[in-house]
């Protein structure tokens, strides 16, 4: 007995139709994915309704995982059972969740087709007659199986074939996709590089905070991996005496997943921190604020953008404490598909879609008033700075408020307080009065955070 095929509108659409009934994205923001997955079907690529809702931040993937359960009508559940070749779950886009009845009930972000099924229940280590299908994402299958991959795919295998074996630019590509695949597994936020004499390369990891050296690798390996890391983001690989910036995405790493890499030359070697931008680990309002519902209807007033009345949302907290986190949970929220937002950001953290993100270093020759008249002729609604720092970017969101924009920005403030006066001392003499009445004009929410260790 083979599976019978479930039609695309219960895998895909419907999670599409479910979002919008629930009021978690709108109508128009479905149409526009809609028209997206077409566009690349044309091109004769593999697209999932799914996965371009939360590459395009129209949802989060707790909104999607809501979705599928709901559609479902049982309880989730994330627990991988090997049931199945990990390499034939990779091949069909699927992983197992349980075996109920007779029936190998499956997560899958595609329709499968009668072949797949038929091989699926012959792969099956239990004896099992149907499939039944629950729908969800490919970014949520990749980050299923990247915890139970076969060994021999592990980072540690392939250090161990690269220490025995001829070093070849395809185990290299191996090593580099099973340790960013490693860090996604681990929940890592950043990797750290160290290329320096033996015993002194390491591969670290920061996971909740604290950072861990957690492969020690041999130096000749280490230099050949930082070449192929240079190669793919971009760089000069033969220039280990300046620092240098890129960006890095494998598909192998997980969907939807960048990673951007700066480069440090440092006494005795050189340096590289690769910083992991997951856009479906990115909560929401809800997710953020939780058990505080009337936190979560504050922010979406504000991010109810109904023409240019202006206004300044200001997000403070020490290095490290979520505050690029919290202003992304807050721009997700904007109709973006409706209003022009502009984000200037050093460096531009999260891809933004359907926002215009301009990149702070190309404007550094630039002075306070030029940068206000480049961004102000673009016609935006919303501008997100990403960090004040400086006192010509504070004077251009002063600006940018008064003329009526709303101006989202974090600082550096240890209290609420002490972000009002952090934003007073960028200004001297007449200055300081001009921004005082601006602030009490135009400021509507400060917000001041903090990470706590969880246990």
């Given at each position: 007995?083979?599976?019978?095929?479930?039609?695309?509108?219960?895998?895909?659409?419907?999670?599409?139709?479910?979002?919008?009934?629930?009021?978690?994205?709108?109508?128009?923001?479905?149409?526009?994915?809609?028209?997206?997955?077409?566009?690349?079907?044309?091109?004769?690529?593999?697209?999932?309704?799914?996965?371009?809702?939360?590459?395009?931040?129209?949802?989060?993937?707790?909104?999607?995982a809501?979705?599928?359960?709901?559609?479902?009508?049982?309880?989730?559940?994330?627990l991988?059972?090997?049931?199945?070749?990990?390499?034939l779950?990779?091949?069909?886009?699927?992983?197992?969740?349980?075996?109920?009845?007779?029936?190998?009930h499956?997560?899958?972000?595609?329709?499968?087709?009668?072949?797949?099924?038929?091989?699926?229940?012959?792969?099956?280590?239990?004896?099992?007659?149907?499939?039944?299908?629950?729908?969800t994402?490919?970014?949520?299958?990749?980050?299923?199986?990247?915890?139970?991959?076969?060994?021999?795919?592990?980072?540690?295998?392939?250090?161990?074939?690269?220490?025995?074996?001829?070093?070849?630019?395809?185990?290299?590509?191996?090593a580099?996709?099973?340790?960013?695949a490693?860090?996604?597994?681990?929940?890592?936020?950043?990797?750290?590089?160290?290329?320096?004499?033996?015993?002194?390369?390491?591969?670290?990891?920061?996971?909740?905070?604290?950072?861990k050296?957690?492969?020690?690798?041999?130096?000749?390996?280490?230099?050949?991996?930082?070449?192929?890391?240079?190669?793919?983001?971009?760089?000069d690989?033969?220039?280990?005496?300046?620092?240098?910036?890129?960006?890095?995405?494998?598909?192998?790493?997980?969907?939807?997943?960048?990673?951007?890499?700066?480069?440090?030359?440092?006494?005795?070697?050189?340096?590289?921190?690769?910083?992991?931008?997951?856009?479906?680990?990115?909560?929401?309002?809800?997710?953020?604020?939780?058990?505080?519902?009337?936190?979560?209807?504050?922010?979406?007033?504000?991010?109810?953008?109904?023409g240019?009345?202006?206004?300044?949302?200001?997000?403070?907290?020490?290095?490290?404490?979520?505050?690029?986190?919290?202003?992304?949970?807050?721009?997700?929220?904007?109709s973006?598909?409706?209003?022009?937002?502009?984000?200037?950001?050093?460096?531009?953290?999260?891809?933004?879609?359907?926002?215009?993100?301009?990149?702070?270093?190309?404007?550094?020759?630039?002075?306070?008033?030029?940068?206000?008249?480049?961004?102000?002729?673009?016609?935006p609604d919303?501008?997100?700075?990403?960090?004040?720092?400086?006192?010509?970017?504070?004077?251009?969101?002063?600006?940018?408020?008064?003329?009526?924009?709303?101006?989202?920005?974090?600082?550096?403030?240890?209290?609420?307080?002490?972000?009002?006066?952090?934003?007073?001392?960028?200004?001297?003499g007449?200055?300081?009065q001009?921004?005082?009445?601006?602030?009490?004009?135009?400021?509507?929410?400060?917000?001041?955070?903090?990470?706590?260790?969880?246990?």
């Amino acid at each position: 007995m083979t599976a019978k095929p479930v039609p695309e509108k219960n895998l895909q659409r419907q999670i599409g139709d479910y979002l919008v009934h629930a009021g978690m994205m709108t109508q128009q923001q479905l149409e526009v994915s809609l028209r997206q997955q077409k566009s690349i079907r044309e091109t004769g690529r593999q697209a999932l309704l799914a996965e371009i809702i939360v590459r395009n931040q129209f949802a989060t993937q707790s909104q999607i995982a809501l979705a599928a359960r709901h559609l479902d009508g049982e309880a989730d559940t994330t627990l991988f059972r090997q049931l199945l070749p990990p390499a034939l779950c990779q091949l069909h886009g699927v992983f197992p969740i349980e075996i109920e009845g007779g029936v190998l009930h499956l997560k899958a972000a595609r329709v499968l087709p009668p072949n797949a099924s038929a091989s699926l229940i012959a792969a099956c280590a239990v004896r099992v007659s149907d499939l039944r299908i629950t729908p969800t994402d490919i970014g949520e299958i990749n980050r299923a199986l990247a915890g139970v991959w076969r060994q021999e795919q592990s980072f540690d295998a392939v250090m161990t074939r690269l220490r025995s074996e001829e070093i070849s630019g395809s185990l290299l590509k191996q090593a580099l996709a099973a340790m960013l695949a490693e860090a996604i597994a681990l929940r890592a936020s950043d990797i750290h590089l160290d290329k320096l004499r033996d015993p002194g390369a390491w591969i670290s990891y920061r996971i909740d905070g604290a950072l861990k050296p957690t492969h020690l690798v041999p130096e000749r390996i280490m230099a050949a991996l930082f070449a192929r890391i240079k190669n793919e983001s971009g760089m000069d690989a033969s220039d280990s005496r300046r620092a240098q910036d890129g960006r890095l995405a494998l598909a192998d790493a997980g969907a939807g997943v960048a990673f951007r890499v700066a480069t440090q030359p440092i006494a005795g070697g050189e340096t590289i921190a690769i910083r992991v931008l997951d856009p479906a680990a990115m909560i929401g309002l809800d997710a953020l604020f939780p058990f505080q519902p009337a936190m979560s209807r504050l922010f979406r007033r504000v991010a109810d953008v109904r023409g240019k009345a202006g206004g300044m949302v200001l997000i403070s907290g020490p290095t490290g404490s979520g505050k690029t986190t919290t202003l992304y949970a807050l721009a997700q929220n904007f109709s973006r598909d409706r209003i022009n937002v502009i984000t200037v950001e050093e460096p531009v953290e999260y891809v933004l879609p359907f926002a215009r993100q301009i990149q702070l270093n190309q404007l550094l020759n630039e002075k306070s008033l030029d940068l206000e008249r480049s961004v102000l002729r673009q016609d935006p609604d919303v501008l997100i700075l990403g960090e004040i720092r400086d006192t010509d970017t504070m004077r251009a969101a002063l600006k940018f408020a008064e003329s009526g924009h709303l101006v989202l920005a974090t600082v550096h403030a240890r209290t609420a307080a002490q972000t009002v006066e952090r934003v007073l001392s960028f200004c001297d003499g007449p200055a300081r009065q001009e921004a005082l009445f601006i602030l009490a004009n135009q400021l509507s929410v400060v917000v001041n955070q903090g990470l706590l260790p969880k246990l």
